[in-house]
């Protein structure tokens, strides 16, 4: 069965603190994302990559990093966390539909999600 | 870039109704268009997606339906039953901003039995 596994249910951090969110993918999938769910906003994409080293911005990238030092593994990093960043992120994967095409949104597999809480 | 709304934020029905959950979109090059079902306590998934070359998709008791004219798309559930309470998120992907998805706000459906 598929399996995007979210490393944290729920983390509370201070503000100003270094926040790391982790997130591994079991089905060889070439893309992973990186979005944050807010009530009445829906979904935003934050990053996302489409290889190894490869990081793209998605529509909210301030005050947000990632990195994919291994394709299973994609991490999201607040470098000085704030209230404002206190969400739910979603960790994301899916594969190429075809070798000319990079990242693409289609059939996204979820985690389950990590609520952030930045006090 | 692309704006999907989605209405209601909020919908109540009783168990065996049909709901409706409507959505439109900004940008007319838009390609696809995924519905996605969140329950408690757990991430999206994909329950149903439709085509711009297609007017209506069906899979059981759900459907999706597209009016590319007017730039809008609807989920319809028949027969609902209490485990089709969740949050639904509707979504439409433009190939040209890179196949990025940008998603409806949410509707949190709530079926009584």
């Known amino acids: 069965d598929v399996k995007v596994t979210q490393s944290s249910r729920y983390l509370v951090k201070r503000t100003g603190e270094k926040v790391f969110l982790e997130c591994v993918q079991d089905?060889?999938?070439?893309?992973m994302f990186w979005y944050r769910q807010d009530p009445g906003l829906g979904l935003r994409l934050i990053y996302f990559?489409?290889?190894?080293?490869?990081?793209e911005k998605g529509d909210i990238p301030e005050g947000y990093s990632v990195s994919r030092e291994k394709k299973e593994r994609f991490s999201l990093i607040l470098e000085s966390a704030s209230t404002n960043q206190t969400s739910m992120y979603l960790c994301?994967?899916?594969?190429?539909?075809?070798?000319?095409?990079?990242?693409?949104?289609?059939?996204?597999?979820f985690g389950s999600g990590t609520q952030l809480s930045v006090l | 870039g692309e704006n999907v709304e989605q209405h209601p934020s909020t919908l109540s029905v009783q168990e065996g109704d049909s709901a409706v959950i409507k959505c439109t979109y900004s940008d007319s090059a838009s390609n696809y268009f995924p519905w996605y079902k969140q329950e408690l306590g757990k991430g999206p998934q994909l329950i149903i997606d439709i085509r711009s070359n297609v007017g209506e998709k069906k899979d059981q008791r759900i459907a999706v339906t597209l009016n590319k004219t007017a730039k809008h798309f609807s989920l319809h559930i028949t027969e609902t039953q209490p485990e089709d309470s969740a949050v639904y998120f509707c979504a439409a992907v433009t190939a040209w901003a890179g196949n990025m998805l940008t998603f409806g706000g949410g509707t949190r459906l709530m079926v009584k039995p």
């Open positions: 994301a994967s899916n594969k190429n539909p075809s070798l000319h095409q990079t990242a693409t949104n289609e059939k996204l597999f």
């Open positions: 089905m060889d999938h070439e893309n």
């Open positions: 990559s489409y290889d190894v080293k490869m990081k």
